[in-house]
Structures are given as structure tokens and as C-alpha cells.
């Protein structure tokens, strides 16, 4: 089965620094799609950012950015400049890609992250 | 443009009691989802439908049934509702399976007693 693990139930960072997210999965597969996820406390699920696994380059999307390491299987997640509206829950999820199309998400169990003033 | 609508936002229910967890999506998906959200557990899928017509069993689908009733909406529903229930539940939607990125609704809080 596929597994994706967060290490860190929380964190906690000051606004205006950087806070790195770790995501490790475990796959025997060689095609698939890794996200992540962010939850604020509307509960709305907001994806982030995504990374093709057959790509070398790391995804960015303005202060997101990822660090995927395929051989270690790890998605970091780095935001940079943190806002306060940057706190909330993130859920690392990857999908395996097949022929006909993919199988579903599997999500981490999150991260929650705090940005102080 | 509403994206993917959800209701209730809230539920109590006592245990034995049924109710339907209604989603619908405006966005002309094809496939549509339903997890469930515990503390600690991230999100885990119950059912899904491919396409208009299918439905397929997710990672924890005992205790709910689903159908989708047109292109547009999937419902979830409970029978007979076990404390072991209580979740937050979120509908999702996806243009096709594997088009690989998800919207979802604002969830249901639900609480069986």
C-alpha cells in the first residue's frame, strides 16, 4: 500500500522567516503526482502546490517552493516570507499515475502550522 | 460560480438515526469524491464515482452508501449513524479521473451521540 508520512503534527514560525515542511512516501511506482494541501481554520481544502514525479525541477508557486528528492522519496514544502495568513493545517498527498488514469489521492496525516506576529 | 456546494454544514445526529450528506458541483466534472476527515488522520477516501453512473468503494467505505444521482451530484448516507461516524466529511471533484487536481467543498461537521 502507499504511504505518505509527516513527521511534524505542528510547527511554528515567525512572520516574515521561512518554514520548511517535510513529507516522506513510500512507493513502488515510478509515475505519479505529489501535492500539497493547505486547510485554514475555514476548513476550505486549497491546493498549493504540485510536482510531476517525472520532473527534475523542484515546483514553485510564488513563496511556495518544494524540494522533491525522488531517490529518498521526500517533498519538503518551503514557505518563504510567512504570512499570518499562511496558518494553517497542510496535507502532503500523492497520486499514482496509471494508462487509464490514476488511483486516488493518499494524504498525510498534516501539519499544523502557526505563523506568529 | 459556486465550485462544489455541500450540505449541511452541520449535523447531530443520535446513534441509529439516517441522513444523507448531500454534494453537488457546478464546474461540469466527471468525477466526484467523498473522504472523510479524522484529528491526526489526514483525509481518507470513502467512495468516489468515476464518471456519471459508477460508483467504487474507497479505503473505509463500511457504513455508507452513495449515488450519483446525475453528472452533477453525489450523495453520501448514512443508515444507521455510529459515534465512530463522527467526522468532518468533504465532498470533492475533479474534471476527470486523474486530471490530478481536486476541489473540494467546505466540509460537514458531523457528531453522532
Given at each position: 500500500a502507499q504511504t505518505v508520512t509527516q513527521s511534524q503534527p505542528e510547527m511554528s514560525v515567525q512572520e516574515a522567516e521561512t518554514v520548511t515542511l517535510s513529507c516522506t512516501y513510500d512507493t513502488s511506482e515510478n509515475n505519479y503526482y505529489l501535492f500539497w494541501y493547505k486547510q485554514p481554520p475555514s476548513r476550505q481544502m486549497i491546493l498549493v502546490i504540485r510536482q510531476e514525479a517525472y520532473k527534475q525541477q523542484n515546483a514553485t508557486e510564488n513563496r511556495f517552493s518544494v524540494n522533491f528528492q525522488k531517490a529518498a522519496k521526500s517533498f519538503s514544502l518551503k514557505i518563504s516570507d510567512s504570512q499570518l495568513g499562511d496558518t494553517a493545517m497542510y496535507f502532503c498527498a500523492f497520486t499514482i499515475l496509471h494508462k487509464g488514469g490514476s488511483e486516488k489521492l493518499v494524504f498525510g496525516k498534516g501539519t499544523k502550522l502557526t505563523v506568529n506576529p | 460560480n459556486a465550485g462544489v456546494t455541500q450540505t449541511p454544514k452541520f449535523q447531530v445526529l443520535k446513534t441509529g438515526q439516517s441522513m444523507t450528506l448531500q454534494c453537488a458541483q457546478?464546474?461540469?466534472?466527471?468525477s466526484m469524491y467523498w473522504y472523510r476527515q479524522d484529528p491526526g488522520m489526514g483525509l481518507r477516501l470513502i467512495y468516489y464515482s468515476a464518471s456519471e453512473g459508477t460508483t467504487d468503494k474507497g479505503e473505509v467505505p463500511n457504513g455508507y452508501n452513495v449515488s450519483r444521482l446525475n453528472k452533477r451530484e453525489f450523495s453520501l448516507r448514512l443508515e444507521s449513524a455510529a459515534p465512530s461516524q463522527t467526522s468532518v466529511y468533504f465532498c470533492a471533484s475533479e474534471?476527470?479521473?486523474?486530471?490530478?487536481k481536486l476541489f473540494f467543498g467546505s466540509g460537514t461537521q458531523l457528531s453522532v451521540l
Open positions: - | 457546478d464546474m461540469n466534472h466527471n474534471l476527470r479521473e486523474g486530471s490530478e
